[in-house]
């Protein structure tokens, strides 16, 4: 599956940021919410919350699982998604877009170097796929 865009930077745990200036705006990917199935409930991020890179964020649950999403880089919180507290699978129907969770102001541009671009993602999703 290759619905990734290429702008975009990726996590090994299946978070995207697609930057923009010093902003990010992050989501899970399309290869997560497969995974995960329909999702029922995100747990949003508060506005102003300073984030590490890796540090939980949040929780998506779905009918299959619970699982806790991790932030692609540090932060602070300047915006969240409120439709998904009423439409949670936003993230199923459009993941790369509106499905989005929650904006932030990028803390160290350069840590964006440590995740993975479509390329390397999209191989390292192949990859998840032949273990599984």
């Known amino acids: 599956m290759n619905g990734f865009p290429s702008g975009y930077r990726y996590t090994k745990s299946h978070e995207w ?4 200036g010093k902003t990010g705006k992050v989501g899970l990917t399309g290869y997560a ?10 747990e949003l991020p508060q506005v102003g919350r300073q984030l590490k890179q890796g540090e939980v964020f949040g929780v998506v649950e779905s009918v299959k699982a ?17 439709r998904l507290e009423t439409e949670p699978d936003l993230i199923n129907r459009d993941p790369h877009g509106e499905g989005w969770i929650f904006q932030l102001e990028i803390t160290n541009a350069a840590e964006l170097d440590s995740l993975m671009d479509v390329e390397t993602y999209t191989r390292y999703v192949a990859e998840q796929g032949e273990k599984g």
């Open 66 to 82: 619970a699982s806790d999403c991790y932030a692609p880089v540090g932060g602070r919180v300047t915006a969240v998604n409120g």
């Open 17 to 20: 940021i697609a930057v923009e």
């Open 33 to 42: 919410q497969d995974q995960l199935g329909d999702i029922t409930f995100v």
